[in-house]
């Protein structure tokens, strides 16, 4: 388990996170919610096209928006496949806050980015290996899921936690890539806050391990 929490951390290269930051997890107006708590798509079009305001169009969009917006997707798909894991074992009342606060905020964030990809006229889905040229998205194993589930006592939630760990990790370096070579206003943004977010709460669990 160290060896993973380790590299989860490394995962994250450059990214900081200013002290005092609060777990960021929401996509309100004002851009976050917190708790208190401590090679592209065969569909994607390369050249920019113009969208309708309030789809995430409002300056067109590029391939690289569309890969984001599928990598990340299903990148919450794993994170709340693992969420509907957390009952099976103990966990303390900071970390059951922590996986429900993200997994609201999630559940909100793939319901936008779905919109805007059915604006595009893409799918919710790209193939496995075209995410895996932009670094891929971390998935659980069957090893994974038979770890947590034979996990008792305090193992459980330091199980859990490494696992989620690793998926939020992910999640910044998908939000990085989108930084970097996106195109759409609304994408960049959404993308800035999940980087954060996800840096927060990468940190967060860190301290909690």
Known sequence: MATLVAGAALLLGGCSVPGGLTISTGSTDEGTASISSGGHSSHATASATEGEPGDGGETGHNAADVMFLQMMIAREVETAKLAALADGGTL????TALIGAISS??????????????????PAE???????EHGGVSTLTKADIKALKSASGSRFQTTFLNLLLAQQSNGAEIAQYATDHGKNGGVLELAGRIHESRSAQVQHMLNLL
Request: proline share 0%; no cysteine; hydrophobic share 40%.
């Open 92 to 95: 303390s009342k900071e970390v």
């Open 105 to 122: 905020t999630e559940n909100d964030e793939r319901a936008e980015m779905t919109g805007w990809l059915k604006a595009w006229g893409e």
């Open 126 to 132: 790209a193939d496995a290996d075209m995410h895996a």
